[in-house]
Antibody, heavy 120, light 107 residues
Framework: EVQLVDSGGGLVKPGGSLRLSCAASGFKFTNVWMSWVRQAPGKGLEWVGRIKSRFEGWTTEYAAPVNGRFTISRDDPKEMMYLQMDSLKTEDTGIYYC???????????WGQGTLVTVSS | DIQMTQSPSYVSASVGDRVTIACRASQDIGGWLAWYQQRPGKAPKLLIYSAINLQYGVPSRFSGSGSGTDFTLTISSLQPEDFATYFCQQANTFPRTFGQGTKVEIK
C-alpha cells in the first residue's frame, strides 16, 4: 500500500525552528519528486516547496514566502523527506502535508498532515 | 503567480443532484489543471488531472472539462461521501497555485 506519514509538528514561538518528517512506503521513493503543501486554518492550499530525485541532483525549489527560511531534504535509503523550518512566523501556522509530486505537476498521494502552530 | 478563482464558494445540494464547480485561471494554462477532494479533517485526494482525466479509482460520476482559462468539475449524481471541499490547481507554471475551494454542503 502506498503511504506517506507526516510527523514533527507542534507549537513553536515566532523566530523558532521546527523539523518535519515524511515517511514513505509502498512505492519506489528514490525515483519520485516530493513536495510540501500547507493549509492555514480554515484556508486553502499553498505549495511550499519540492525536492527532485537523484536523477535531477536532488534539486530543490521553494515558494517565495518561505525561500531562505525553509530547507527540504531527503534520505533515499530511509525513504524519508524532511522540512527544516527556521525563522518561523505566525503566518506559517497551518497543517503541513507531504505529497508525491508528479513531474506533470499533480500531487498524489498525500500524507495525513502535521499541525504547526507558531505563536508566542 | 497564476491566480485560480473558483465559483461558487459554497454549494448546497441534495443526494442525487448534479453539481458543477467552475475554476478560472488568470492566464492561459492549456490543460494543466487538476481537481482535488478534501473531506473534513483529511488530506486532499487527487480526482482529475490534465483537466479531463480521472485518477485511478475515482468514481465515474466525477468528470472534468475545459482548457485555457476556464474549467469545470461536474458530479453527475451527488452521493453522501461527496460532501467535501473541492480545490482546483494549475500545473502550467511555478509556483503551483490552488483555487480557494468550493464547499459542497448537504441541503
Amino acid at each position: 500500500e502506498v503511504q506517506l506519514v507526516d510527523s514533527g509538528g507542534g507549537l513553536v514561538k515566532p523566530g523558532g525552528s521546527l523539523r518535519l518528517s515524511c515517511a514513505a512506503s509502498g512505492f519506489k521513493f528514490t525515483n519520485v519528486w516530493m513536495s510540501w503543501v500547507r493549509q492555514a486554518p480554515g484556508k486553502g492550499l499553498e505549495w511550499v516547496g519540492r525536492i527532485k530525485s537523484r536523477f535531477e541532483g536532488w534539486t530543490t525549489e521553494y515558494a517565495a514566502p518561505v525561500n531562505g527560511r525553509f530547507t527540504i531534504s531527503r534520505d533515499d535509503p530511509k525513504e524519508m523527506m524532511y522540512l527544516q523550518m527556521d525563522s518561523l512566523k505566525t503566518e506559517d501556522t497551518g497543517i503541513y502535508y507531504c505529497t508525491v509530486d508528479y513531474q506533470d505537476g499533480w500531487f498524489d498521494p498525500w500524507g495525513q498532515g502535521t499541525l504547526v502552530t507558531v505563536s508566542s | 503567480d497564476i491566480q485560480m478563482t473558483q465559483s461558487p464558494s459554497y454549494v448546497s445540494a441534495s443526494v442525487g443532484d448534479r453539481v458543477t464547480i467552475a475554476c478560472r485561471a488568470s492566464q492561459d494554462i492549456g490543460g494543466w489543471l487538476a481537481w482535488y477532494q478534501q473531506r473534513p479533517g483529511k488530506a486532499p485526494k487527487l480526482l482529475i488531472y490534465s483537466a479531463i482525466n480521472l485518477q485511478y479509482g475515482v468514481p465515474s460520476r466525477f468528470s472534468g472539462s475545459g482548457s485555457g482559462t476556464d474549467f469545470t468539475l461536474t458530479i453527475s449524481s451527488l452521493q453522501p461521501e461527496d460532501f467535501a471541499t473541492y480545490f482546483c490547481q494549475q500545473a502550467n507554471t511555478f509556483p503551483r497555485t490552488f483555487g480557494q475551494g468550493t464547499k459542497v454542503e448537504i441541503k
